[in-house]
């Protein structure tokens, strides 16, 4: 698959349909298909949850319908993706194979009930989903519209049955080969803990052992391991059947309070498994504890997020057009803010705007969750207006497609590794080890100047970039020092942080002054971290000013570093808080410190000075509240202005762009309304 | 049973009293029945948890210590009030037969211990318990100073053993008849939830299902069905001997810290099975963060809340004379508190101040709960001369006997079924949904003006009210809005609020604009309800002022009704807030947001004088914090004046009346201390 | 063992040192070695946690690695403190014999895991720990350089398996002899829940009972009683090798965020086992909330309450060089501060400062913990130089060992029957009992006047002291209140406080006015408690001055005693909340409220100028952030002079001292650093 998700004509319209809500209604089904119409949807994906309606008892498959939704869909021209009904298991399977449930941290097995509720191990069920996947690969695997295979939905969870922790041993076993090793790993010495028998071994659980941080971090990457095994065998009946119907399942993150990334699965790891990178993204708009403005730079972050996995194009395989229904306040989009949202995430590189869902159920779990045709109101509703007005800017774009976001110069180090060890350590302060927020606080500057940035993981080649930020890279190893001196040594810039290179691959202390080439990067060795109580502040004292320091304060030894600035109070004041490093062709920085954002901004700002990293656009903003994001191509340049906020603003457009969204020629100041899209192309 | 709940001579004044816990002192029980007569107490509640008193070994039977109390009890002209002893079963029951012990919602089953803790199901519990009950109907059933029986005690809880699943999977069976009907009401076909085998019904639980809402809801009503199918089982052997003597069980509400009304169980339906309704009454008097007024105004409500349960005079079983041992701060009754609030639930409709309880525990759970004769100091206390003031208080109150609450033309509707799904529904957001605060908030400004409000139930006549308020009633059927309808036609004045009839009985949404009836009678389609985070506020337009608006607006479309007031702010500023539709003979006004009080201060204000509501009484008072509630019959009018505050005030007494509690004519200006009672009679 | 608990020429100063980590690298052990004389450590703390390494399966023992380590150790003049492994079991033992795993109260089997997490009961773990620390007497027991037996590590918790269930029943059938006297003290008629048979007892469990008061508190006996069984049968052998060994096991307390006595054992009672109290001391140091003076003055009363286990000298087994793991907020030490609290310790009659660890782990759950050697910077740290620093110090106090802190005349009961019974009583108000904050309430003005106080339990022998202060003394015997009594009337002076003599031993609350004794002694009785809500003030008039009163107010009927102050609102205003009274030659003060520091801090000033107890001392400070303690033998005075705050300070010496630091002689002004201690000596 290349940058391109589908080479479509158009950015995909459309989202999750449930008819097997409506099976006895087919005048629902006909009304609802017209409406999809007149919301120019051009996609819809079938079968999510539907397992009791594709096979009621065990081994009567009922397609019927299903052949019926492709037909119906054929005939308007809308493309289906089709979900692998996994996520949802029918009663008479639970009843017929307990296997199949789950079974919690405690040991105890679930009743049937919820979703994403099954065991990832048992071979009855894994049996149990091929055989389906076979069924449905067979029937629908060479349909014209079929575009996408969307395998079950939200992976996420564990079981901790006696077939998973058979699972977790083997993996182990083929991980660490000896006993011995594991042992070391676990520091098992102390505390009487080393494992003498492989049977030993148990997951982590509060009845259990809670506290050996190497073996938390293994069950993490289990846990991912045998998800991704899941899915994997998921995936095989289908491509067997036709291999160039490309496979996608649907990541989440982003969510309230933190818009944080997903944690309980590494999906850097996961997106190599898929042919694209989908993802559900429900940012809680119109809050009130942060701006839009605020919240729009979280929620870029979480775009670029996951267009990193890939670095190619993405989709937003659900969003809701109104407002969720499991937020703390389901507060509804304000208008423009359904275009507003959705266009940020084909500046980013979405290839589609998709619904949860079509239809909203009338019943249950999910009933007030906002959809395109609602219980209340039908489709005569502001919402089914806001999703049919994006429907035609979406056809007013079509010319966009077949463009990716711009390159970015610059990057963020993100690694779930050391996101998992972290969040695990036992020290620093779990109130404010903040390493998602830390990110987004970097990020911070660059979006507000419109300077495209992309993630990078451990394993990424950080040669493109004129510029490198790896803050909180707290469990780091080696290789990946070796990486950072060499990036310096060639050229590059990077920015650390406080710490940084503690802990390695499995989890135990580096020694004595830590890594060489770590030492050698930032030419610096850290003494000590102080961890600050809430309170308490401490101050940075650079570029003739003083700026408020939290948290954390690495003390450091200089080798070949500089100081740039120092620390104003208590008794490492006037010792460096933030250095500089000369090193080969590039320069290493090292900010020592927790800051407020106002240092950030004065730091980066004068690195983007230097080393040139301003956009260059064509079109001039106003405030911080408009941002721009640039999609092109070799021959298209497009320019997404997106106003997050609800007061009007203008922008200056330098040269002649045309609006795309209307066709016309524009020039000079232009008004955007409150939460309001222009969109340019040259 | 009449409107009186005894027809007695007197109000009934006493409490539980245990003298199980001093078989072996009987000079204690000696100096008790003589304090009894001091404070002035001429009823007793007898055998509350006494089972292994009474049966100490299984069928070894001992009643003479019970005998010689209604004995002592007789000798003084004291009622008793006998309960059955089911609250709590002794140590052999748990140990001879373990089904009784409830299993909790995780399928453990409990241990022996604390109270209330047996299953409902158990064929064996409800035997054991026939026998017992058989035994004192037997032995008791015609006691000449036998007034009432007191089944159990507080029922509440619900058991999740087999027994009791089996219960309710029959339960459902008999409402759905068929699985399709079931699936449907439950929305199976989403979520491959659809049930195939009656068999793989379970009930709510952590382990299984918590989203299915309309299982969760029929799971509450299957509680309060079979809680109710318990207490028939303990009444038919009582009533088989001895059909003359009514029968009650002791229900809660009004508890801190929102004196709010007992939802475990619906006692509107419950009510319909006893004599006659009692209640358990533990207002936090003295709290710190409401007025003693303003905790007044919530407890007339739960009083009227409890009368309206059969709109007939009820009892108070139980209260505390001091202070109780389990609120978060056990503050005591500040003087002249516990007449203001044992006469202020007299006022409502209250036949009786009993207390738990008599002689206060030595040791174990319930030794620091306030009692008549305390621990410390004996009868030597505060307590006990307050008790025994109020006991010479009601003497002097017997006249008031066989009045009743001056009937209401202002009813509130309040719906158990209603208040459970508003509680489950997962959308606007739980921390300010507040359904029971928003009836406090309509209730308040009729409470403060001494105009009398009853609470009405869906099954209720609602035509002998001239003006009936129906907030937040979001479950709703459709036969409700029909009588809705039908009263504002016949020239009722109805008024309702955001958030109504979103879901019919089943917790199904209702489809596009809504139900017709409900449209007619308020003349609008809600359109979409926005949900405010807590610090958002719009505005309302009314009365030429401006109103704050928090938590919920619904967005209107008006078919017949008028705006009478508009939102000030947001997308749908200068949309109606608050509208009126005449239909028929009648009006209905629909408040589409909620606002502060002084809005409905506001409100009601005018409409109490466009519909002639306001309370036409012989006494004037200068302060909210006075109120007047009227007992009455066909010839006497009995005026209770309380004032909620420590500071003391006037009144004005327009004509002359007899202070009843003197005897003594008064006319003119009369002050009232505080925490003051004055009560006056024509 | 006499006062001076190792007649040891130096002070111990030394560690936790776990070699078992690196017996696969002897030259890390060898640095180690190197660094213990660097620092100047004369003391190792062997074993703890060992058992894998000393028998890695069963029956299979190796002690060659820790014969070494006595070797080494011997080498270089260090003494050797050796643990009994039996905090942490090894895998095989608990795969081998499941019953050694603990059960929670919910009934439920641990997993391998953690520490501190094996049944006291079970038979067949007392065989194998019997089996194990008989092996290390034999081996090490007459080791010359063995100078103490360092049992299990931090003894707590509960098991709930059947076997403690058994020998729970076995403890109550001995204490009560009968079910009838068992039955009356957990007032188990009513709520019908009298035992029948001893075989229904059960621990109090959330499956079962919690509010039976009597049983909850014999519950927290038993464990004591338990774990002490346990204790004392692991010492067995070792004392049946070599009698002369002194045995200790680590007790804990002071931890944030209260600094509060722990309160899962007796240690009142465990300390009358041990030959010499040692404990593990954590103090936040440098929070947020609470000043250096404050948190001094609270870890002064933690040392006082360790050295009055057993009035004798203590030691500090465990503490950090620099910060600990599990603190909310893990901040280091300021320069100066570990030599600050070191001394501290030292100066309240400890006789150690160990360390845990030696060398820091290099992962799992300790690895953050601060030690003396750290993963990160080895030896070139600012703790190893502090650590060394305050080696250096500890060498120059030689002079000072054999001395024992000055002989205190003012005493504070404190009891942990009381404290458990206060904590459960259901009743006053949870949030504000704060039973161990009254305490430091009361200790605050002499430990800020540098009067010596000592803490004593109800068995201890009043008379030594001229003032006695016993707050809250809420379950308080008759033979308690006899022995108060006597004190008084033999001269001593006693201050009581509100909620004293409520319940006895059994928990049974005191009938009329309680304990004639108590009224003798107080004057008084008491005839309510009154309790308020966090914001409601009551107030105190006395010394022509109104204090502030919270939380609590006795109301009290005097009769010998004289009103000192009276309330000054609500209805018991200008009613006593201060008393005195005079009995025999002594007097006892009621305080009969809560009130603010202010208050107490007159009171006693007035008290101590009146009994003439102010502290004589040679050195004059000018703030209360400077404590002076003393520590002396016959000929010897030494004073610890140390300043609890950043900011450097002046003390006048008025006769000339020798500084034990420096050897010089010092008079007249001189200067203290921050954080920095002066120590005089005579």
């Not at 008819?19 to 999510?48: C, M």
């Not at 659900?318 to 507003?340: C, I, L």
């Not at 956009?615 to 320019?639: F, G, M, S, W």
Request: hydrophobic share 35%; with cysteine; net charge negative.
């Amino acid at each position: 698959m290349d940058e391109m998700s589908f080479k479509n004509k158009a950015f995909l319209h459309g989202g999750d349909y449930n008819p097997d809500q409506w099976l006895d209604h087919p005048d629902v089904i006909d009304q609802d298909f017209k409406a999809f119409a007149n919301a120019k949807l051009n996609a819809v994906t079938l079968g999510v949850f539907a397992w009791d309606r594709l096979e009621p008892a065990e081994g009567e498959y009922h397609f019927e319908w299903l052949d019926e939704m492709f037909d119906r869909a054929a005939a308007q021209k809308m493309n289906v993706i089709l979900a692998t009904p996994s996520g949802a298991r029918p009663r008479w399977l639970a009843a017929n194979y307990p296997e199949v449930l789950r079974v919690g941290e405690d040991g105890q097995r679930n009743q049937f009930g919820e979703r994403h509720n099954h065991c990832y191990t048992s071979p009855i069920y894994r049996e149990k989903v091929r055989q389906m996947n076979q069924k449905l690969a067979e029937r629908y695997g060479h349909r014209k519209n079929l575009i996408l295979w969307h395998i079950s939905n939200e992976y996420s969870g564990a079981c901790y049955c006696d077939l998973c922790q058979a699972a977790f041993r083997k993996w182990l076993q083929a991980k660490y080969q000896t006993l011995e090793a594991l042992n070391h790993a676990y520091w098992g010495a102390f505390w009487s803990h080393e494992y003498t028998d492989w049977a030993q071994i148990e997951a982590p659980s509060p009845r259990g052992d809670q506290n050996v941080t190497g073996l938390n971090l293994d069950w993490r990457r289990f846990v991912t391991d045998q998800t991704i095994d899941f899915f994997d065998a998921e995936v095989a009946p289908l491509r067997a059947v036709n291999p160039d119907i490309p496979v996608t399942t649907n990541f989440m993150g982003g969510n309230p309070p933190e818009s944080d990334v997903f944690d309980a699965l590494d999906y850097q790891k996961f997106a190599q498994h898929v042919d694209v990178v989908s993802w559900d993204s429900y940012p809680n708009w119109g809050n009130d504890y942060e701006s839009t403005e605020q919240l729009a730079m979280k929620t870029s972050l979480m775009n670029d997020t996951m267009r990193s996995f890939k670095h190619q194009n993405y989709l937003i395989m659900e969003n809701t057009p109104s407002k969720v229904n499991w937020h703390q306040f389901n507060h509804a989009k304000r208008p423009g803010m359904h275009s507003m949202a959705s266009l940020q995430e084909i500046a980013h590189g979405a290839d589609s705007v998709m619904y949860f869902q079509l239809h909203q159920s009338r019943g249950a779990s999910e009933m007030f969750h906002g959809a395109v045709i609602s219980n209340r109101g039908g489709t005569q509703t502001r919402t089914f207006r806001d999703v049919a007005q994006l429907g035609t800017q979406l056809n007013q774009l079509k010319g966009v497609v077949n463009t990716h976001r711009k390159v970015a110069k610059v990057a963020i180090v993100f690694d779930y590794d050391n996101m998992w060890a972290l969040a695990d350590a036992r020290t620093y302060a779990n109130a404010s080890k903040d390493y998602w927020k830390t990110i987004q606080d970097h990020y911070r500057y660059f979006w507000e100047h419109d300077i495209p940035v992309e993630l990078v993981g451990v394993n990424d080649d950080l040669t493109p970039y004129q510029l490198v930020i790896d803050p909180m890279h707290f469990l780091m190893r080696p290789e990946f020092a070796a990486k950072l001196k060499a990036y310096v040594q060639n050229g590059g810039h990077l920015v650390g942080t406080y710490i940084s290179g503690v802990v390695d691959g499995d989890f135990l202390a580096y020694q004595g002054a830590g890594m060489p080439d770590l030492i050698t990067t930032y030419g610096l060795k850290v003494t000590e971290t102080d961890t600050l109580y809430p309170s308490q502040r401490n101050s940075l004292r650079i570029f003739n000013q003083k700026y408020a320091v939290r948290d954390y304060c690495d003390l450091v030894q200089l080798t070949t570093a500089k100081a740039l600035g120092t620390y104003g109070e208590d008794f490492y004041a006037d010792t460096p808080a933030v250095t500089c490093n000369q090193l080969g062709r590039g320069q290493a920085d090292y900010v020592a410190c927790r800051t407020d954002a106002d240092f950030l901004q004065k730091f980066y700002h004068q690195l983007v000075q230097r080393l040139q990293l301003q956009a260059e656009l064509p079109i001039q903003k106003k405030t911080t509240k408009v941002a721009i994001q640039v999609r092109e191509n070799d021959t298209t340049h497009v320019y997404f202005v997106i106003n997050y906020s609800h007061e009007p603003t203008l922008v200056t457009v330098a040269t002649p762009l045309t609006n795309a969204l209307t066709g016309q020629t524009e020039q000079g100041t232009q008004a955007i309304a409150g939460y309001g899209v222009k969109v340019y192309r040259n």
